[in-house]
Each structure stands twice: as C-alpha cells, then as structure tokens.
C-alpha cells in the first residue's frame, strides 16, 4: 500500500504553480506595476491580452484588455479603458503581462474520480483489476474517516485550483460525509 501522506506528484504539480508564477512575476513576464503586493482583499486588475470563447465556433482575442477583479476574486468587469489602467498601476494593484503572454480562461474536467486522488500516478504499469484491488479500493475505504476525506480533498481541490481547473465534475465515494465534505470544500473555494 502506498504512503498517502508521502510527498507525490500532486505536490510537485502544486510546487510548480507556485514557481512559475514567482517566476513570472520575477523574470518580467508578468509584473506588479509598482512595488508592493497585490492584496487580495481589494479589488485589483491584470492587464494582458485574454482569450475566451463567447460562443463554442468563435475564439475572441483581446489585446490590452483591462481584467478588474474584485476582492472576492470574482471579475467585475472588462476594459481598455487606459485611467483605469493607470489607477491601479499607480496603487500597486496591477499585473502586466508581456506582450507575448496572454491569458486563457479556467479549465473543464468533466471526469475526476475524486477519491482516487492520494494514489494519482500510482501503478500504472498493473493491470485494472489488480491495480483496483490493491490500491483504489483500499483508498476509497478511508473515506470513511472524514478528517481523511477533509485531508485529501481539501488538497485535491486546491491542487487543481491552482492549476487552472475552475470547474470539475467530481466523482466521490459510496460515503455521504465523504461527499459532502468535498461539495463544501469547492463552494468554499470557488470551484463549481
């Protein structure tokens, strides 16, 4: 049985979102336009060019879009509008990005198995069966804890978070507190 507390994949994945955007901020890819930290209890904006798709057959880019985003984290709204721009530079609660970085909306997983998440990448070379067997059952029966499912979930849904899945469609396990304790986990964390 593998060590579900020992350092994995999943960590490293998360480790990884938190350097590259250390890194972006520090090697001018993306940058505070004056000194200072972004506070996250304000509103705050980011200035680059985004993408999204309004409708499934059309991509929109916007250059120099102005994205304002309030002090829930939710965007309140979109602009070009350059004293807005100026505002925030001038408070210290914008991020530029360079002129060739942009950015994408949240991403969809419509499939995750949210129990499995502490043997990600475990045996993949074992059959499904054994693989099953000797380790996702196994998993699943410690849901039965819920400080466990707490651990694993809160942990799952942060990950992902992290990493740009805004939405997920999640699979839990045959136990309700289980369950419930990871609908409660993305409410709280603003994934839907």
């Known amino acids: 049985m593998i060590d579900l507390l020992k350092p994995s994949r999943r960590e490293f994945i998360g480790l990884g979102a938190a350097v590259g955007a250390t890194w972006a901020l520090s ?12 506070h996250p209890t304000t509103e705050w904006a ?11 057959s059309q991509l929109e880019v916007l250059q120099d879009a ?11 709204r979109v602009e070009s509008n350059a004293e807005s721009a ?10 530029e990005f360079g002129p060739s970085h942009y950015l994408l909306p949240g991403l969809i997983d419509t499939h995750v ?5 502490p043997q990600m990448g475990t045996a993949l070379d074992l059959p ?14 410690r849901y039965a804890d819920p400080e466990f499912a707490r651990r694993m979930y809160t ?9 740009g899945t805004t939405t997920a469609v999640y699979y839990g396990s ?13 409410l709280k964390q603003g994934q839907i």
Request: with cysteine; aromatic share 6%; charged share 15%.
């Open 66 to 76: 102005l994205i304002v985003i309030g002090a829930d984290g939710v965007i309140t």
């Open 46 to 56: 980011i200035k680059c060019t985004a993408m999204h798709t309004p409708s499934p």
């Open 174 to 186: 045959l136990h309700l507190p289980a369950t419930q304790i990871l609908a409660e986990l993305c």
């Open 128 to 141: 499904l069966e054994k693989w099953l067997i000797e380790y996702t059952f196994k998993t699943e029966a």
């Open 155 to 163: 942990d799952l849904v942060a990950t992902l978070l992290a990493n």
């Open 113 to 117: 198995h949210a129990p499995q998440w």
């Open 27 to 38: 090697s001018g890819i993306a940058q505070a336009a004056a000194p200072g930290v972004v």
């Open 86 to 95: 100026k505002h925030f530079r001038e408070t210290g609660r914008l991020i």
